[in-house]
């Protein structure tokens, strides 16, 4: 059984890490959403360089490991003359390199929708992005819900970056509560539970989303 | 209202238009005939670019289509289409689907939109089926709520592909009722179809394709009774016998 008094005794640094944990993935998560719809649409556009935008963002991104996509803003970004916080190049660096999961994503959804929906919207004189803002998207949201609520739950506990730079997370005041205690099992556990109360949550709206939407299929 | 000259058509080693000349006019009901893979539902894509066309002229209404400068989104808007699987968007209710176009592309106000909605569903026969679901409705019933959505939009041409193909037998003669009510009203149309009854009652010509090529263009009557070309009449052998 863990030691309570751990949690109690540093509640107040637990709730500070949890409060910037939710921040981190918040804006993280409507982020890499926004980018990486826009860079999914890049990815399936029949206009050549958007094309290879979209393609070169998602081979880059996806296949170098986050921490070094944070290094990135970290340690590169200071260079050109720019120094951001730990906090805002965790959370940035958390965005871009989910958006290029999200991005494959929403793809293969879009991918899914019967290429009759776009034509008959594209024959009707819609534009291409009129078409994927009301019919394509639409439709590929269904089937790409299971595959996003998979990548948001990873954003969660990917935030966990952020402690390696002094981002103030969850992670971080963890580290912070067992360099004080020396209770590092017992420590990190209400560490995980607290990332548990985030996850749990998003998993189980995420399948109540899928089933409503199967619901008015 | 619609010029093909000298149209070539490939697909990569595929040759599928071949020295394409028609010329349809205002009001005129053009039935294209022909065996699977003739080119004929290219032929109708190529109409409003869904197709490019590789070589050749090609305009409607005096408008180039295949000019880059042409702003093929405008030129689309007058050109109604209908397709063998309707493709009615799934999560749009029936008035939805109807209004989404002429709510976005041509920025009718939504109220006036749904109101001229109502009645091209009155038109085909279904205004009770307004806030159903495509997915509630009958082939049939979907392939008349695609025809309302077409004609929403007040267009000067309408393109038919297969509309009826698609269909359970008994389906048929609904959705060709409607579109023989447009032919007499004067709409421009062109419709791919193997429906000969419909191409012999409506249609002002016919055109036969076969392998890629206009191979006859005869009015109805002398298409079926005395048709000129030698593949045409095998073709009509073919599906005229049951």
Redesign the interface.
């Known amino acids: 059984m863990p030691d309570v008094s751990i949690f109690t005794d540093h509640f107040g640094i637990y709730m500070k890490g949890f409060g910037n944990t939710i921040w981190a993935s918040v804006i993280a998560l409507l982020g890499s959403f926004a980018l990486g719809t826009i860079i999914a649409v890049f990815r399936i556009s029949s206009v050549k360089p958007l094309r290879w935008i979209g393609t070169g963002y998602v081979e880059f991104v996806r296949n170098i490991p986050l921490l070094l996509v944070v290094f990135v803003f970290y340690y590169g970004l200071p260079s050109l003359g720019v120094t951001l916080s730990g906090f805002v190049c965790g959370t940035v660096g958390l965005m871009v390199y989910t958006a290029s999961f999200v991005a494959e994503a929403i793809r293969a959804g879009i991918m899914s929708v ?1 290429s ?2 776009s ?9 291409y992005m ?1 078409t994927m803002r ?2 394509v998207l ?2 590929a949201i269904r089937i790409v819900i299971p595959p996003l609520s998979n990548q948001f739950i990873n954003l969660v506990k990917n935030s966990s970056v952020l402690s390696v730079f002094a981002g103030f997370d969850l992670m971080y005041y963890g580290d912070q509560v067992a360099g004080k205690t020396y209770a590092t099992f017992d420590t990190y556990i209400f560490v995980a539970a607290l990332y548990l109360v985030l996850t749990l949550p998003l998993s189980f709206a995420a399948l109540k989303l899928e089933r409503k939407l199967a619901k ?2 | 209202m619609i010029v093909f000259q000298q149209v070539e058509k490939h697909y990569g080693d595929f040759h599928v238009l071949k020295g394409i000349d028609l010329r349809i006019a205002q009001g005129e009901v053009v039935v294209v005939v022909g065996p699977s893979g003739s080119g004929k539902s290219t032929l109708l894509r190529c109409v409003n670019r869904l197709e490019a066309i590789t070589s050749g002229d090609l305009t409607v209404g005096g408008v180039d289509v295949t000019d880059k400068k042409t702003d093929i989104n405008k030129l689309r808007r007058e050109i109604g289409m209908v397709f063998q699987h309707f493709n009615l968007y799934p999560h749009l209710k029936v008035i939805d689907n109807i209004t989404l176009a002429p709510v976005k592309a041509l920025g009718v106000p939504k109220p006036q939109a749904a109101e001229t909605a109502r009645m091209y569903l009155e038109k085909v026969g279904i205004a009770d089926k307004a806030d159903a679901f495509p997915s509630q409705l009958s082939g049939g019933q979907q392939q008349r709520v695609a025809i309302a959505r077409a004609l929403a939009m007040k267009p000067k041409i309408m393109l038919f592909d297969e509309p009826t193909s698609a269909l359970d037998p008994e389906m048929v003669g609904e959705v060709l009722d409607v579109m023989k009510t447009l032919a007499r009203e004067g709409m421009t149309m062109v419709v791919v179809t193997h429906e000969m009854g419909f191409a012999r009652e409506a249609a002002d010509r016919v055109v036969f394709m076969n392998k890629g090529q206009i191979v006859e263009i005869a009015p109805p009557k002398e298409f079926f009774e005395q048709p000129k070309e030698e593949r045409a009449r095998l073709f009509l052998k073919r599906v005229l016998r049951h």
């Open positions: 019967p009759g929906q034509e008959a919207a594209r024959a009707s004189g819609l534009t009129q009301h019919v639409p439709q008015n299929g």
